[in-house]
């Protein structure tokens, strides 16, 4: 297996809704589990309006069946879904985006080139900075700072053997705490990097084919926490 690269083109595309669903459900409220707190979590049984969701030639974000999909069309454009900290605010939950924050989902490659990027991104500033957690459906993991623009792998590109190739479920855990970046891949592989570059900022959803093929990624399970 060739070592993966990492893009260096990491344009993100973000098309806000115009229309969100009247019926949307409130987001869930906070709630104790151990030394953490649950900021919000969502398993998707219903589109729910603090995601961006939309449709476009570059890209798609939608809920189907329990799960939230993100399509990359073919265009060259990595594509997220963030979670709007807005709505959140207006629902009762504050502080979502974070100074410290754990983010939680289960990821599975749907369709389409498995040369590709999925995970979360972290301390999110605007479209040229944030930080991304990331695996690949052959295999590989990465922890990238982009800082105006500019990509930086912090960790990786490297392959894992914890990673469940193709098709199959992998549960991920990316924490950004203080200085501190770990990333947790199926409760067995871990690697923590550290980077001072973005204290705080928003969260969202990942997913990016590499050298511009297609690729769609389904989100399960959910969960941003604080510690």
Known sequence: MIRRQPRYFWRLVLIWALLLPAC????????????????????????NEVWT???????AAYVQQGELYL?????????????????????????????????????RHVEGSQDNWMGAICRQQDEENYYLFAISADGYYLILKVEAGFPTPLVGPAAADAIHTGRDRNTLEMRCEGDTLTF????????????ASFPEGGVALFTDAVRGGMTTTAFDDFALLQP
């Not at 953490?36 to 589109?47: C, E, G, I, P, Y």
């Not at 969701?53 to 890209?59: G, Q, Y």
């Not at 073919?74 to 504050?94: F, H, S």
């Open 184 to 195: 947790k891949i199926n409760d067995t592989f871990t690697v923590t990097q550290t980077d």
């Open 24 to 47: 949307a459900p409130s987001p869930t409220p906070a709630t104790e589990v151990g030394a953490t707190t649950t900021t919000f979590n969502d398993d998707f049984s219903v589109t």
């Open 53 to 59: 969701t939309f449709d476009a030639p570059e890209s």
């Open 71 to 107: 399509e990359d069309r073919g265009r060259g454009i990595g594509v997220y879904t963030q979670l709007l900290e807005q709505k959140l605010a207006n629902a009762g939950i504050q502080n979502a985006g974070i100074q410290n924050a754990i983010i939680q989902v289960t990821v």
